[in-house]
């Protein structure tokens, strides 16, 4: 029998310090030292004419200089009269090296034996265009390196054991980033992130789950004769099938300008009443409408005709697609043309913009960096003016680490089959490593091959992997939309709403994480050694990930239904499954895992503290009455004496604490002064014995912060 009783608890954490040192080699290199242990060796500083001539730099008593700003991070400074600067790094031959770009060559989530420039990846396996990217990496021997810097460069990890970049810049900063305490490399990041830039909590409508066409304008049902009418039909059918949505964007086509886009506006043929229709979205049906937009200039349209004029494009370089050349945004009045020309969208109530282009040829490769930051810029400046910050959700395909605080991040156009996923799931983990943590997919892949891609495996499988992502968005239509045919007699539209109502049921969760992302940069999908470092079996795994701290995911990428999952030692000594709570696994162990399309591969650590519910009503209409309401799904083992989560609701946090004391056999946890509509939570506790395996409780406002559960046994 389980006991229930309330009370009230608090804690305090430990805190260290180390010490570093930085000195400079007779070889003109950087040393940074612990005692008589070397940390960092940072062999030579590098300079020359040109990229392809730069060597070692000997004469160092001008040009450089080097401290620690704080006692994990030293800041390297080289201002000589070269043209190009960078610096290489040396260590064991067995050393992993991670981050940089988002795109996992060869599917890795390390970069060993690639040497490519810091820019838009292009077409390649598995995605085309997946281009977020950081002067950034980070070492498996527990040091990160941050190029301070939007110039060009590149990067080489084609020797074992070494790192070198080299950048088109007279003067270069970078930093070379110790662990900070007990943080390890999640700390690295941290840091890294102060030094750059941190994401901004987006609202949750962009979180999704999100629906989206590639086109709009065509794929008609029924009486549906434009695009107003088709999206409607998209949201009536969401609402028919009880699916849950929180926001909807159009890609092109959707204007009147040449390809639907440079004219600013909305075709009145296609969107008779943008206004009312965009009002309608969201007032009535509780989602928000966010459109497509890109630097580039087709001709016979405004921007294009004013580009013309005022001499504001790159030269001609043949862009791919035809599709225009950029303006070069260094040009003020270029910018100021384009950002007062974007304030139309937000002035009509689209509240996000989809960012697409930046790399395909409509500008100089040097310049990538810099102008897609101004474009991210003047793309956010356009909307916050209207909305206010976190009020609207912006999201590009190419990125650099300096505007990460301007927008989130999809994955460029996956493949539509189990490489694309695979690619997919390793790209984000690496978009995690370089703290682009608001991430997300096209859900089933992007780059289709006739109207049976993907197959309804692949979506099933694609769709349950965006239910354990950070943003949940799915492109419908063009003979693509789970409701008609060819999948309206597969099971695709079954796990469509599974999967769709799953993750909104999993906001609470997700949205206490992007608060973390946007403090401490530390990403919700993680790489598995940023939870288990001292795990080295866990260093090349690019499959499985921890999504925040307390749940383990293993997407299945491959036909067939089953994978192994390597379950890490160190976040806990063993792992439940998560949806039927009976399997446990050792930590330490691999085992062989099937899973059918209804489900995947998912497991909560000891201790976990999850917070799930229903506090985000979007499109759920059909509620009559709808309140928010949320629940704590608490996992206690006696291997954990105490363990935490940091809820994040209503613009403010709330520190959850679990304790257990195998002494007496009883459980407590803290909920603090967290409520929810005035009412409380509920609790659910999961424990052996109790029917269905859990024990329900609700907190109620006048009953204190502590709940305890008295002579239990745990699943663990």
Known sequence: MVRLSWLSLSALLPFVFCEYKIALTPSSGLLITEGNKTIVNNTAILAGAHNTTVSALRNTAQGLTYAFLTPTVAKITLNTSNV???????????????????YPFNNRI?????????????????INWCNARAPFFLTSTGYGVYADTLKMGSYDFTHPGDAQFIFNSSSLVYYIILPKDEGGLKSIIEQYTELSARSEIPPTSGLGPTFWSDDFTMDFHGSVSNAQENIRDVVNHLYDNRIRATSIFADRPYGSGNRSWGNFDFDPIQYPDPVAF???????????????????AQAGTKIYNASKTDNWLFPDDHPLGGLGEALNLSIP?????????LKYF???????????????????DYVQNEQMALFLDLA?????????????????????????????????DSHANFTGLAYSVSSGIRSGLISFGIWGSDTGGYTREGVSTPSPEVWARWMWFSAFSPVYELMLGTNHTPWYPPYDNTSTLAVMKQTANLHADLLPYIRSYTNDVSKTGRPIIRALFLEAEKDEKTWDINDSYFFGSELLVAPVVSAGGSRSVYFPVGPSKSYLEYFNKRQIYPAGTTVNITSPLTSIPVFVKQGAIIPRGDIYQGNAKWIEGWTPDLRLELYPSFDVPESRFTYYGGGAENEIILRTNKADRSATV???SLELNGWGVKLIWYLKGAEDGKVMATKKRSQGGLVTVTNIETLF
């Open 84 to 102: 190009f600067h960078g610096a290489r790094f040396s260590a064991s031959e067995t050393t992993r090296f991670y981050g940089v770009w988002e």
């Open 110 to 126: 390390d970069n060993a034996n690639i040497s490519f420039d810091l820019k838009g990846v292009g077409n390649n396996v598995g």
């Open 278 to 296: 965009i009002q309608n979205l969201t007032d009535v049906s509780g989602i928000d409408f966010q459109v497509w937009i890109a630097n580039r």
């Open 333 to 341: 009045s270029a910018y100021n043309y384009f950002d007062e020309s």
């Open 346 to 364: 937000a002035s009509v109530g689209v509240k996000g913009y989809k960012i697409d282009r930046g790399e395909e040829g409509e500008m100089p």
């Open 380 to 412: 956010y400046d356009s909307m916050v003016g209207t909305w206010g910050k976190s009020l609207f959700y912006n999201f590009a395909r190419s990125a650099v680490d300096r505007s990460r605080a301007k927008t989130h991040v999809w994955n460029g």
């Open 670 to 672: 803290d909920t603090g």
